[in-house]
């Protein structure tokens, strides 16, 4: 598998208890990139797409209560397609 530039990049930010955001063009392996990271970094993590409707209902609107309760104890968590979530920015602040 190629080494992604932006790679390394990602991982120096990494639990630093900021939000990182992967964007660009479609099929250009954003996705994959967020699947290997989760991957490298072992099994205390999760992977959510709001392609899935209850996932979307799930992080629409929540207090920081429930939203802690949804997240856990998890290292990294991955939102993949969070545009699709009403909110999404609010919800993670």
């Known amino acids: ?3 992604r530039t932006i790679q390394l990049s990602i991982e120096s ?4 208890g ?5 964007y660009g063009p479609r099929q250009v392996g954003k996705t994959t ?4 990271l989760l991957h490298k970094y072992g099994d205390d993590n ?3 797409t709001a392609d899935d409707y209850d996932i979307v209902q799930r992080l629409s609107h ?3 209560t429930t939203l802690g309760g949804f997240i856990g104890s998890k290292k990294i968590i991955v939102i993949d397609e ?4 009403p909110n999404i ?3 993670l602040k």
């Open 89 to 91: 920015g609010l919800t």
């Open 46 to 48: 999760d992977y959510y």
């Open 62 to 64: 929540q207090t920081s």
């Open 18 to 22: 900021k939000i990182i955001i992967i």
């Open 13 to 16: 930010q990494l639990f630093l």
């Open 82 to 85: 969070a545009q699709r979530i």
């Open 1 to 3: 598998m190629i080494t």
């Open 33 to 36: 990139l967020a699947k290997l």
